[in-house]
């Protein structure tokens, strides 16, 4: 159903998450009751997408990004040329299309990112997201019961080595499950590419019940795929979901997107 407020419109497009914004054109100015409004629209719907924003500057996102929160530079990953904050995302590749969050190799794992469409190829290259609420939702109470005691351990890919970065430096733990800081709910806090194993337990004993929580993490019922064009900005919760890219994108075409992190606190039971 979709629902009007004095700035904008909201049209979900998921079943359990995303939405379309309509009535926002971010090129001609934005101010922080409107991102308040979007952040109300994005607790809600978990990612928001905004078409038409192409005539958006590098620096007026990083601008927006500065009225949701502390702008995360990445530990690792270059920023674009002029703009720190500002990384390019492209090609899908073997980290971007397993379902992940953003960096939870860190302390504090951003809370949302903002991703900005540049250059997209004629065909493929899509993005998915997953409710991580509703994965929580879905499993039993026993291994929920079970879940809500543990800690899991984190731990960055290598490129942070290759990047001077120490094993200590992008290693970290949170809770398997945490409540988001606005919310209250619940959500699964595991992913592929940067979950390890479990505090106290081998990697040997994890690594079943892990990839049995990835499976649940990204169910399709459970997801919501967006097919891009040139101009859409989306905004997503970087902890009540995980994304991925589908690695089918048009060989030899470009695909930029440009994206801002919003620093996080450490995520809590």
């Given at each position: 159903?979709?629902t009007?407020?004095a700035?904008?419109?909201v ?24 991102v308040?409004?979007?952040r ?13 924003q ?5 620096a ?13 530079v990445?530990p690792y ?17 073997e980290?971007?299309?397993v379902?992940?969050e ?18 997209i ?7 998915m997201?997953?409710n991580?609420y509703?994965?929580y ?23 942070a ?11 970290t733990t ?8 606005r ?18 337990w ?5 690594e ?6 990835y ?14 064009t ?13 994304h ?25 039971r």
């Amino acid at each position: 159903m979709t629902t009007t407020t004095a700035e904008f419109t909201v049209t979900p497009l998921g079943g359990t998450l995303g939405a379309r914004i309509d009535g926002v054109r971010l090129a001609d100015g934005f101010d922080q009751p409107l991102v308040d409004r979007l952040r109300e629209a994005l607790d809600e719907h978990l990612v928001i997408y905004l078409p038409g924003q192409q005539d958006v500057t590098s620096a007026q996102q990083l601008e927006l990004a500065g009225l949701w929160g502390e702008i995360a530079v990445h530990p690792y990953v270059p920023s674009i040329d002029g703009y720190p904050g500002i990384m390019r995302i492209y090609d899908p590749n073997e980290l971007t299309t397993v379902w992940h969050e953003d960096t939870t190799h860190m302390a504090r794992p951003p809370l949302a990112s903002i991703l900005l469409a540049r250059e997209i190829p004629s065909r493929g290259g899509d993005t998915m997201w997953a409710n991580e609420y509703a994965a929580y939702d879905r499993l039993s109470e026993g291994l929920k019961a079970t879940l809500d005691g543990l800690d899991a351990i984190h731990e960055g890919t290598t490129m942070a080595g290759e990047q001077g970065l120490t094993h200590e430096q992008v290693t970290t733990t949170h809770p398997v499950v945490v409540r988001h800081h606005r919310t209250g709910r619940k959500a699964l806090f595991v992913n592929a590419n940067y979950t390890t194993r479990f505090v106290g337990w081998s990697k040997e004993e994890s690594e079943p019940l892990l990839r049995y929580l990835y499976a649940q993490a990204s169910r399709p019922e459970i997801t919501w795929r967006h097919t891009w064009t040139v101009g859409d900005l989306l905004i997503w919760d970087n902890i009540a979901t995980q994304h991925a890219a589908v690695g089918d994108a048009a060989p030899g075409e470009p695909r930029t997107l440009h994206r801002v992190t919003i620093g996080g606190s450490p995520p809590a039971r």
